[in-house]
């Protein structure tokens, strides 16, 4: 009878291990609104994880993309791809400027480091993001018809174009 008992109990102590190992691996993303300055972000990160670089390339405002060649912004990005897959990236918070056109979106971005036989480490560090909303023309006749979206306007961790920028040697007059 004792031997029953602690063979249940051993069972029970398995399935709620099997359990949380299956919570913790599936690992999810969040669901956001579709369109929504968190989704634009969501989707940025996934789509250079997946290293899908015209989509992330294509969610950047006009004027950052006019900073640097899509050649030059894959060949930055491609460095930082490590960065995104060793981390974790959580929204924070949402703060709109103007209403419904400009937003300034926070994230904490948590790295760990493993450093054996000395153990592990986590940073975690929270990043600025600045969204904007911009018309875009609908179809050929682009005088009627109109589409609202964000892009990113501004940040430093998840734009390699400005990176780039930083890199270069000043230019000459």
Request: charged fraction near 25%.
């Amino acid at each position: 009878m004792t031997r029953a008992i602690g063979l249940v109990i051993l069972a029970i102590i398995f399935l709620l291990i099997v359990i949380s190992l299956i919570l913790t691996l599936r690992g999810s993303p969040l669901q956001t609104k579709n369109g929504s300055p968190e989704n634009i972000i969501q989707t940025y990160i996934e789509s250079i994880i997946e290293e899908d670089f015209e989509t992330s390339y294509s969610l950047l405002s006009e004027e950052l993309k006019s900073e640097c060649a899509f050649s030059d912004y894959v060949m930055n990005i491609e460095r930082e791809i490590e960065l995104f897959n060793s981390g974790t990236v959580k929204h924070n918070k949402t703060l709109p400027l103007e209403e419904d056109v400009h937003v300034i979106l926070y994230i904490d971005i948590s790295t760990v480091i493993t450093d054996v036989p000395f153990g592990t480490d986590e940073y975690t560090r929270e990043e600025k993001i600045t969204l904007i909303k911009s018309e875009y023309p609908l179809g050929s006749d682009s005088s009627h018809l109109i589409e609202w979206r964000w892009e990113i306007s501004k940040t430093s961790y998840l734009n390699s174009c400005e990176e780039f920028i930083k890199m270069q040697p000043p230019k000459l007059r």
